[in-house]
């Protein structure tokens, strides 16, 4: 992956937390099939942790399934864990980041996550926390973005950068594998590790809109690289021309996510 700037996605997201929930269509789609791949009734955690509560959606969706269970969420982003707190009061909250969980060994029968570990240099501090706070016997399970996400956005950017000669770098995010997941978890500890992908397609009216929707939740850029006047803004022109030629289609213009699904069990 590209170096990202933590500092950066905390602030963005914090930022955006108010609006959030306007843009974030994909985003309650994967909570939806997360919910339905892996939190059935049989399961009875007493204590749960959602690692990058976001503005607590999945969370009040766990309230529902598990009301006996004592709900616990982080996020990086302060705005985001103010928004948790708006809805549920009487959760315990906290802003911290998920490769420093504020929490003793052994805390959680269920840790959960979604739409939050693209957001990482590397997997394995994240998931090793997550194996920490774990009691044996405990689940871990999450969903975030893969490889193929937004494909047709990075690719127009690329072909663009190419096109002008600027010298600029290339500040397009790279998203994990399958295989780095899958090894990740692995190395993490977790015994039955298993990963799956599926994919959700948005469609909007141009590419302006696409853009427009990745903005809205606070999803910019975090490369640590910076643009450059002038000669960005001329990358962000003939990458908005290439992904209407070559993607717009009559039903409009598609924007993929790859979402990974993943699960292991700490022994």
Known sequence: MTGLAREKVRRSFSSHAAGYDDYAVVQKLVIERFMERFCDSALKPARVLD?????GRLLAALGDQYPQALLHGVDLALGMAKRV????????VACSDAEQLPFRDGSFDLVVSTSTYQWLDNLDMAFAEAFRVLAPGGRFCFAFFGGNTLHELRNSYKAALAASAS???????EFFSMPDTL???RRAGFAAPAVESDTEIELHGDVKRVLASI???GAGSASREKGRGLSGRKVIEGMVGYYERE???AAGVPATYEIFYGHGVKQ
Do not use: F, M, Q, W
């Open 215 to 217: 903005k809205g939740i």
């Open 183 to 185: 090894a990740a978890l």
């Open 247 to 249: 993607y717009c289609t």
């Open 167 to 173: 010298g600029l770098p290339d500040r397009s995010h």
């Open 51 to 55: 690692v990058g509560a976001g503005t």
């Open 85 to 92: 707190k708006e809805r549920n009061p009487g959760l315990v």
